[in-house]
């Protein structure tokens, strides 16, 4: 099924144009536009992306592309074609079992290392001091790197927070040792960053958590920004509800909203571009994962145009507090194995 897609995305694309179809879409995108009260960087760069910059000092691109459930059979050729057309940021797991296949994307592209920024994450069965180091250096080795940009607790483990402290560590250790410019930590709310402020001794420079339109986390920005610490958008479109329905029948479609999709007429626009539009304008960096070309395009297509305050406002309307995602609070093992469990159940 994964192969069927695969060549039928491609075929769609050729039949699009192919190169023309990339020039159309690529065309407006050549000056990046810095969004009102975005936080994005303004130096120059070979990537599409403007960039932004970390409470280390260093700089990375405010949108990247994503690879949660990108299959393994189109992961090298999704990432060649995302990073030999402006994608600088790659968003990978040691879980979501294809770091070896985005090395390969990222290999083929020929674009200089030193021009990318490649973030993967240490995954919550690898927790604790001795484990994480051994973590990471197998995800360094399938992905053909010799340093990380960005290194990510997948997931706090409130069961055993000790662990979690135990595997920050070891990434303040590699970080020590210059083999990541980086740290960080994903899903962390704000009592998690507490107790992490009060044990370990470098501010993560990231938190990536879940968050869309219908699922504003205030709370969350709030307490990232306190602590000089950016916040990155997993799920940015609304993908959590496609992958991780909790009830199957009934998928919530961000990308179907009224609003968004009126804007999208107005400015002539997808609503997936509308959608990264907001993150990008709240200074947010958004990961949006496509396994199509031309969406590959059109999402990092979204730095040539510019919502007014009001547009913002009436996005920022439309939460729900709906969450896709597991809930950081009860996350572990038990409660990941669950959930694979009812993915299964629901084909
Ligand atoms: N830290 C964490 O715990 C965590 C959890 C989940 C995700 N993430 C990260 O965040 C990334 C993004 O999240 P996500 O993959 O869950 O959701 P997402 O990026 O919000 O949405 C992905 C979904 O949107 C579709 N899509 C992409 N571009 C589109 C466009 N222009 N128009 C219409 N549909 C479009 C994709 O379909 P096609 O692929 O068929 O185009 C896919 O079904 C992940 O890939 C991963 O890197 C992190």
Not at 155 to 171: E, G, N, Q, S
Not at 285 to 302: F, G, S, V, W
Not at 319 to 346: K, Y
Request: with cysteine.
């Amino acid at each position: 099924m994964n192969t069927l897609n695969h060549q039928n995305s491609r075929r769609d694309f050729l039949k699009l144009g192919g190169a023309a179809a990339a020039g159309a879409l690529l065309a407006n995108s050549a000056i990046p536009a810095l969004g009102q009260g975005s936080n994005t960087g303004r130096r120059a760069t070979s990537g599409k992306s403007p960039l932004t910059k970390l409470n280390n000092g260093i700089e990375m691109p405010v949108l990247g592309v994503g690879c949660f459930n990108l299959p393994t059979i189109q992961a090298a050729d999704i990432i060649h074609f995302a990073l030999t057309n402006g994608y600088r940021l790659v968003d990978t797991a040691a879980n979501y079992g294809n770091e070896k296949e985005v090395g390969e994307g990222i290999a083929r592209s020929g674009v200089p290392r030193s021009e990318l920024f490649i973030t993967t994450k240490l995954w919550i069965e690898n927790f604790g001091y001795d484990e994480a180091l051994r973590a990471f250096d197998v995800s360094l080795k399938k992905l053909g790197l010799d340093y990380l940009d960005l290194y990510l607790l997948h997931w706090p483990v409130p069961t055993d927070f000790d662990k979690t402290i135990a595997a920050y560590k070891a990434l303040e250790r590699l970080y020590a040792e210059k083999r990541i410019r980086a740290i960080g930590v994903s899903n962390f709310n704000p009592d998690h960053l507490q107790t992490l402020a009060e044990r370990t001794e470098i501010v993560p420079v990231l938190n990536q958590i879940e968050l869309h339109p219908f699922f504003a986390q205030q709370a969350a920005r709030e307490a990232n920004e306190s602590r000089r610490i950016k916040t990155e958008s997993w799920s940015p479109i609304g993908g959590g509800f496609i992958n991780l329905p909790k009830d199957p029948t009934n998928i919530v479609r961000l990308l179907e909203n009224r609003t968004i999709v009126e804007l999208g007429q107005k400015y002539r626009k997808m609503p997936a571009q509308i959608v990264l539009r907001w993150h990008i304008q709240h200074g947010f960096i958004a990961i949006p994962k496509t396994q199509h070309y031309e969406r590959l395009l059109a999402n990092i297509d979204i730095f040539s145009f510019e919502l007014s305050n009001e547009e913002v406002a009436a996005i920022d309307g439309l939460n729900r507090d709906l969450r896709a995602g597991p809930d950081p609070r009860s996350f572990d093992v038990p409660a990941f194995r669950a959930i694979l469990e009812r993915r299964r159940a629901n084909g």
